[in-house]
């Protein structure tokens, strides 16, 4: 298929790289700061379990130009949360009528600002699970496992999409699933704020604690607002606290069975943090703080990390520090 990823950051790249190696004919539509490198050096991708690929740049298109939207078979979503109203507008000025519209971005609100935006257009939602990091000029190094999840529809999308290293899945409750991954998601912001690696922070049983008492006061709305919530895990959503929250050694061990994660592996929120861009923190707790709102649910918890991301910490905090 003649795919655009729209947004090539991270998470295009390192998906650009495995479908292109599959065969499909990928453009990666971004920044001259992200595609530069490739440009010079080729596409490199690698994993925790050992893979080590780069795509040579003639086997990409690579291109700052939204024009290149007019010859997509399929548009793959990929920008942050905060610019997706601005790539609808392209999606809806140049590609296809025809062409589906995939959104793997974080968040709730990402696809319905796509449908809201493209009517009568096939737009569905999607839900990356893993974490993608740069490691260097034109490296993305995947941290984590998991495997992307899409809204089910016409085209077998799933069965095209599913290649070596990248499988994908269909699913009839994909806001369940988007819910699922919000909840887990809401730990970008404490291992931001924490200074540490993912291995890390999992290791220490306080903010095991904090990222357990986070989760609960986010189910505890989602359930007030009446939003189901399909784990992304092989556990119930609702068990993930009580887990987090076991001493360590047998944390260690159940943790295992679920989700490998790189010994160096840090949030994107982290990276972002230190880079001093934006952060998705409104489309994560502020998602969250919103529906307390309306559901009369409080959420110290989320309103504090949230107002401790947007004044952007010169050091690490502690668990202690963030629950002040």
């Not at 499909?24 to 001259?32: D, F, K, S």
């Not at 596409?43 to 290149?68: K, N, Q, S």
């Amino acid at each position: 298929m003649k795919l655009v990823l729209a947004g090539a950051g991270s998470i295009g790249c390192y998906c650009g790289a495995l479908l292109a190696r599959s065969g499909h004919a990928v453009t990666l539509l971004g920044r001259a700061r992200v595609l530069d490198p490739i440009r010079e050096h080729g596409l490199t991708v690698t994993d925790f379990d050992g893979l080590d690929y780069t795509v040579p740049t003639g086997f990409l298109t690579l291109t700052e130009d939204p024009a290149c939207l007019g010859q997509a078979e399929l548009v793959i979503v990929t920008v942050k949360s905060g610019a997706t109203t601005d790539i609808a507008g392209q999606i809806g000025a140049m590609a296809p009528q025809d062409a589906p519209v995939l959104s793997w971005q974080n968040g709730i609100d990402a696809a319905i600002t796509l449908r809201d935006a493209l009517p009568g257009r096939d737009v569905r939602a999607g839900m990356v699970p893993f974490n993608v990091v740069p490691t260097g000029p034109a490296t993305y190094h995947r941290a984590t496992s998991g495997e992307i999840v899409i809204q089910n529809g016409p085209g077998d999308l799933d069965a095209h999409l599913s290649v070596a290293d990248l499988p994908v899945t269909p699913s009839d409750q994909i806001e369940a699933v988007q819910w699922g991954k919000l909840v887990i998601n809401l730990n970008n912001a404490l291992n931001a704020l924490s200074g540490l690696t993912l291995v890390k922070q999992l290791m220490n049983r306080e903010w095991r604690n904090l990222m357990a008492d986070q989760m609960t006061e986010a189910l505890s709305v989602l359930k007030a607002a009446g939003y189901p919530v399909a784990s992304t895990t092989p556990l119930p959503a609702w068990m993930t606290p009580h887990i987090l929250r076991l001493p360590t050694p047998l944390f260690t061990r159940i943790a295992a069975r679920m989700l490998t994660i790189d010994p160096s592996a840090r949030t994107s929120m982290a990276y972002d943090l230190m880079a001093e861009r934006q952060t998705e923190i409104d489309s994560l707790q502020g998602h969250i703080m919103q529906l307390g709102h309306k559901t009369g649910i409080p959420t110290p918890i989320c309103t504090q990390v949230s107002d401790l991301i947007k004044h952007a910490p010169d050091h690490p905090l502690s668990p202690e520090q963030i629950r002040l």
